[in-house]
Structures are given as structure tokens and as C-alpha cells.
């Protein structure tokens, strides 16, 4: 693998039971991550990522910080094997945050409290309304958002060539599903979702977020990050944090997000975190681009071994 790589990060709906638990054991970096999570946060984080039950790490309180904390966990025990610094760095909405730690305009301890405040005020957004998502699969743009339009909901995400996710209030991703159906679109997957994440639905928890955000200092970046909410590099730390607000009701601009790392000039792509989501949508944006995985102590190896 060429030493010129970007570092991508996983979004919420990664999250699995056991996760980060080889790396805690073998890695001293990963193992004080989440000590220092556990503590910052008063409660045994580490527990729930290791042992859950699932049901509890799935909610957007818990899930939120573990996902970010067990993804920059697969960083420290990477690291450790290997000296390696990303060129560019981005990630899948909650990723983000992954993503502007390992820059630099976060320290870890900061974005932890952010992401566990993001995730509390998301939850109480979703227990607020009655929200759906939808994934679309090869349905033209211009289609999904005129449907979303005449039914009152939003565009969520825009992963990769041929997947576009809407959210909004039920009853409208309902309808805007049929009407997508009649179009012909043949494939269209109802998400197993707590509510309409990167919708209007989500107003609130993006306010409140605001305010979090305006007492939170932010560094510039010490590489290239690419942003959500606009689909491209951003380094002031200004417009770092009015994005983050702007992406919590905002669509999550992915495949603009993985382009604009690859414009850095970058050779391969690392994703951290639980899964494989992120490696699959680059299947679609670029099949050729080398792309790595870093889940648990297996992949540490297989990485290390590739560079």
C-alpha cells in the first residue's frame, strides 16, 4: 500500500456487540481510548461495546460515542503497528467527528462529550416524531427529490452512484415510496431506524446542537477533512462547526465527501470503524481505488502488512 492514504470513519448503524474488544486487549492505545471514554463519560462504555446487549448500544446515546470512540480505538492500535498520517480524512456523518479528531481540531476527550450530546439530542428527536428513512437503489435524482418535495420530507444521504436515502415523517416516506415504485424503481429498502435522521424531523436536536458546538473550541485541522454537509475540504474552524450543525437536518453529501479526498492526491483509503459500509459504497464510486479495513486486531495485522 502507497503511504499517501486518507482515513474514513463509520457512521452510526455500524455497531455491533463485541466490537473493539480484541483491539482493547492487545492494543494500549485502543485499551486507554476506552478507559478514557468510560471515565469522561461517568458510565462503562467499554461494557456496552464489548458485551452490550445490543439493544442498548443501538440507541443513539450510547451508539454514537462508542462507534466514535471504537473507531479511533482501530487509529491508536494501527499506530502502534505502523507510522502512519492521513493525507485526507472524512467521515460518514457521525464519522465526521472520527474524522476531525485524527486531524487535530478535536481533541478526543471533546468529541466524545459532543458526539454522546449529538446522540441524546438526536434520540430525543426521533421519540418526538414518528420518522421513517428509505434506501432508493438506481433511481435518478431528480425523481427522489421530487417526490421527497411534493411529499414533505428530505434526502438524507447520497452514498455512492446508485443508493440515495430519503427521511422524513412516516406517512411521506410511505408515499414517496409508492410513488417511486410506480415510476418503476424496483428496489427500495425500509431502514431499521429509531427515526428520520438528516431531516427537517431532526430541527430540534440541531438547535440545541448549536449550542453546544458555539462553547466547544476547534482547532485547524492538521490535514485535509472533508465535510458532509457540503461534500468538500474545509479548514476553518468556523465553517467546521456550522456544518456540523448544518448536518444533523442536512443531507450527507458522501460520495462528493470520498471525491474530494481522492482529489488530495491520495492512493488508498483506510476505513476504521465497525463494518464495511464505507468500503462498499467506494465499490461503487471507484472499484479500482485501494481500499483497507480496520475492525479489529485481524485487519491491524492485515493492514500492517499491506504497507
Known amino acids: ?18 466490537m473493539g474488544r480484541d483491539l482493547a486487549e492487545q492494543s494500549a492505545g485502543a485499551r486507554a481510548l476506552f478507559e478514557m471514554a468510560d471515565t469522561v463519560l461517568g458510565r462503562e462504555l467499554s461494557t456496552l461495546c464489548f458485551d452490550g446487549p445490543l439493544e442498548a448500544l443501538t440507541e443513539s446515546a450510547t451508539c454514537q460515542p462508542a462507534i466514535y470512540t471504537m473507531s479511533l480505538a482501530c487509529v491508536a492500535a494501527l499506530r502502534e503497528q505502523v507510522e502512519l498520517e492521513p493525507v485526507a480524512c472524512g467521515g460518514l456523518s457521525l464519522g465526521e467527528f472520527g474524522a476531525l479528531t485524527t486531524a ?14 449529538r446522540g441524546a439530542l438526536m434520540g430525543e428527536a426521533c421519540r418526538a416524531s414518528d420518522g421513517a428513512m428509505a434506501a432508493v437503489l438506481n433511481a435518478e435524482l431528480e425523481l427522489v427529490q421530487q417526490l421527497c418535495t411534493e411529499n414533505s420530507i428530505d434526502v438524507a444521504n447520497l452514498n455512492c452512484p446508485g443508493q440515495i436515502v430519503i427521511s422524513g415523517e412516516k406517512a411521506g416516506v410511505e408515499k414517496t415510496v409508492e410513488g417511486l415504485s410506480a415510476a418503476g424503481v424496483a428496489r427500495i429498502i425500509m431502514l431499521q431506524v429509531d427515526g428520520a435522521f438528516h431531516s427537517r424531523l431532526m430541527a430540534p436536536a440541531a438547535e440545541a446542537f448549536a449550542g453546544v458546538l458555539a462553547e466547544t473550541p476547534f482547532a485547524v485541522p492538521g490535514c485535509a477533512v472533508a465535510q ?15 456544518n456540523l450543525r448544518r448536518q444533523v437536518t442536512g443531507s450527507v453529501r458522501w460520495e462528493d465527501c470520498v471525491r474530494a479526498m481522492m482529489g488530495t492526491g491520495i492512493e488508498a483509503l483506510i476505513e476504521f470503524g465497525p463494518g464495511k459500509v464505507l468500503s462498499g459504497f467506494m465499490r461503487r464510486i471507484d472499484r479500482r481505488f485501494p481500499t483497507y479495513n480496520v475492525a479489529n486486531a485481524e485487519d491491524v495485522a492485515a493492514v500492517v502488512a499491506a504497507l
Open 1 to 18: 500500500m502507497a503511504k499517501r492514504v486518507g482515513f474514513m470513519f463509520a457512521g452510526q448503524g455500524a455497531q455491533r456487540v463485541g
Open 104 to 117: 487535530g481540531a478535536l481533541e478526543f476527550s471533546q468529541g466524545l462529550k459532543l458526539v454522546a450530546t
Open 228 to 242: 458532509n454537509a457540503v461534500g468538500e475540504l474545509v479548514s476553518d474552524p468556523d465553517a467546521i462547526r456550522d
